[in-house]
């Protein structure tokens, strides 16, 4: 017999021990972070940023298998006795020695979790976690000249590839409301007296908001650069559409923070299928919160459509994309993103 | 509906205040729930697991006299534990708001031969929605007893006495057998019904498990110790058993507490529906101790009207509850576990026989038209 298979024996013997629980129920109240358990981490350490951001240490769990950087990481906090997820960029390099990350957060008004981990969160505490993801990460063979166009926390994933990454030129436009609101600001400036960054360093409520279309006055050949974008949805849509009137849209990449909610149809009766509950729900509410205000128990995760942490299986029925207005229809395997998407008529997820 | 209608002085406005009153004590709670709650319910589960993990660790050593009584001691706590404050209420969807895929309602399973989907079944959706009401509650006696006036006689009942104590002692598999409506379900027709056959099978993977892991599993993991670890797992289960059975009785079948013909129920109202639970439900009082054992059941009342609130909420939600029975001078059935026990024994034995034929005036027969 192979040592895996009398490993899977010896755990089926473990099983029977702890039936109905399983041994990891036993295991996790000792050792949460083991290999083999569901992959959480541990906040080591809080430190503020700026006055509304801070940076979470993290030590993952054994079943940790790195970053690439610019990617992000669904983490799993506990906020009021409620578990949340959402979607962070890991901030921290991927050559870190003593194998923790980091994520950076900023408050954003009414954010539940953001207030949360920038003003609550003690070290110690156990988190759920995802492995990291995400598209928005630099090409193997690095680009010889490089643009990042950020603003506000839009800096982190950024900030990330930085820390990474030596690279022979790179200009960095940021744009931040104040001097005393940009994150990683001494951190940029250390990289600028290395001279391994030009900086440009916009503060909004003093020399108002950026101007895409005037970028070339800030960055002389902004247009030979592959960009790397990513901020507010004004800021990346403007971006997006004056690279593509310059015909290289393909050098530009960005990462977006918020959904654009373009579309509200008619709602309709959502039966989760798995729970039994029915639920009358609008043609502007996610159906992601609509199995939550239920109290069914729904995967998730960006809540913005991007990380796909939230897919569910649609049984019956049509839902309505947000962003898009599309509408997707129920077919054996169709899987849809509750975060991004509504009732368009009755419909049943397998919840 | 063993008197005078209890509830006949109200009018139907003053019911449905009432049941606005009660939705606000709940919207209070639910208001406020928050970390203090998760944290207690991690706490419970952690510290029952351990409990558990330790005596059942002790009952290796079983074979000497004081680890014997420790380990059985600590076992019996670690399952009531599981089947009271942990699993019943879990099940009930009482932590389901913390959106832990680890701690609710769909995910659970507890130390007990009832599969959790058929026991959340019988008892969530019948149980709880169609309290006490006659030919729908089976909780009412649990289809082999007459707890009321009401129900019919038969000569079966003459044995009552020795089927609830037999019920006591095997309890989870009582109520395994309840939950799979095996009563009715034993007809020649509906044995071969497919769906009752599945559910059949879930019922006899589950006590396999169970038996082979209290039985079998751990007695042959002492060794020397295998007979005292089966006679101590077993020992185990009849007090869980027994404690479960003693805590159930004392939440419907007391001196007191009212049951509801199935036609009163037609087109009943939010505040009706409170009026029945409030009525049919009766609460235990005692030591904090006491109340935890009893997984907070011994706030029946408090339960019945808000099934998933999480349980640590019922003791302060019971204030409030008490105060709204005296201000719509309404009986609250409550007392002390040997009075309630023996209440709720004394009424098996007494309706073992059939109803004495003459009535006495206040044994007039009337419906309660909640």
Known sequence: MTSTALRSRAWQLLEMVTTPLLPSDY??????????????GRIEAVHAETPDAAT????????????????????????????????????????????????????IPDGKV?????????????????????EFVLPKTKPAKVLYLTAGSGITPVMGMLRDAQLEDVVMVHSAPRKQDVIFRNDLHDLVADKSLRLVELHTDTDGMLDVARLHELVPDWAERETWACGPTGMLDAAEAHWAANGIAE???????????????????VTFGTTGKTVDADGATPLLDVG?????????????????????????????DLRTGEITEAEPGVLVQTCVSAAAGPCELER | MTAIDPTAHLTAEQIEELGRELDAIRDEVIASRGEKDAAYIRKVISAQRKLELVSRGILLFSIFPPAWIVGTAGLSVAKIMDNMEIGHNILHGQWDWMRDPKIHSTTWDWDHVSPADQWKHSHNELHHKYTNVIGKDNDLGYGIMRVDEDQKWHPIHLGQPLWNFINACFFEYGIAAYDLELGKNLHKRRRKNPEFRARAKAVGRKIRKQVLKDYVIHPLLSGPSFLTTLAATFTANIIRNLWSHSVIMCGHFPEGVQVFERRSIKGETRGQWYLRQMMGSANISGSKAMHFMTGNLSHQIEHHLFPDLPSNRYAEVAVKVRALFEKYELDYVTGPLPKQVFSAWHKVFRLSLPNKKVKTPDRERELVAA
Not at chain 1, 114 to 134: C, E, M
Request: glycine fraction near 14%.
């Open chain 1, 251 to 269: 050098r530009l990449h960005t990462e977006r923070f918020r959904p654009t909610i373009v579309v509200a149809g008619d709602g309709g009766e």
């Open chain 1, 56 to 107: 979470i240490v993290i030590r993952p769990g054994k079943g940790w298998r790195g970053h690439v950087a610019g990617q992000y990481v669904r983490i799993g906090v506990d906020v009021d006795g409620v578990r949340l997820w959402r979607a962070y960029s890991v901030t921290s390099p991927t050559n870190r020695q003593d194998g923790r990350i980091t994520i950076t957060v900023k408050a």
């Open chain 1, 27 to 40: 295991l996790d109240l000792f050792s949460p972070l083991r290999a083999g358990a569901d992959l959480r």
């Open chain 1, 292 to 320: 939550e205000a239920a109290g069914v128990l729904m995967p998730s995760g960006c809540r913005m459509g991007i990380c796909f942490g939230c897919s569910t299986p649609l049984k019956a029925g049509a839902v309505r």
């Open chain 1, 114 to 134: 953001s207030n949360h981990l920038v003003r609550h969160a003690k070290p110690g505490t156990v988190i759920q976690l995802d492995q990291a993801t995400g």
